[in-house]
Nanobody, 127 residues
Framework: QVQLVESGGGLVQAGGSLRLSCAAS????????VGWFRQAPGKEREFVAG????????SYADSVKGRVSISRDNAQNTVYLQMNSLKPEDTAVYYC????????????????????WGQGTQVTVSS
């Protein structure tokens, strides 16, 4: 059973940076795209960034484009989310998730296209 564990969240001032990590168990992690989502209180879970299985394609939400970078190290079974110039509106619980399908050529954007989720890590940005 694959498990995803997020880490790296915390409290940061506006303009600061955080690097989130998503560590996966299982030998086939490199066969799947991975996405980062976030959910703020009272709001729906939204796509933040995603990366295909080889890292050849990435996708970002407009709200984070230019401030966020996703990368992966398949040898370490880990996906990273580097977040810079953080804003108070970035405050949320951040989740990583594994694609429902293997070998997808594009980054899936909807939560329903992912089947394995981590427990989430809290990111709080103070003004």
């Amino acid at each position: 059973q694959v498990q995803l564990v997020e880490s790296g969240g915390g409290l940061v001032q506006a303009g600061g940076s955080l690097r989130l990590s998503c560590a996966a168990s299982g030998r086939t992690f490199s066969n799947y795209a991975v996405g980062w989502f976030r959910q703020a209180p009272g709001k729906e879970r939204e796509f933040v960034a995603g990366i295909t299985r080889t890292g050849g394609k990435t996708s970002y939400a407009d709200s984070v484009k230019g401030r966020v970078s996703i990368s992966r190290d398949n040898a370490q079974n880990t996906v990273y989310l580097q977040m810079n110039s953080l804003k108070p509106e970035d405050t949320a619980v951040y989740y990583c998730a594994r694609d429902l399908n293997t070998y997808r050529s594009e980054v899936p954007l909807r939560p329903g296209q992912y089947d394995v989720w981590g427990q989430g890590t809290q990111v709080t940005v103070s003004s």
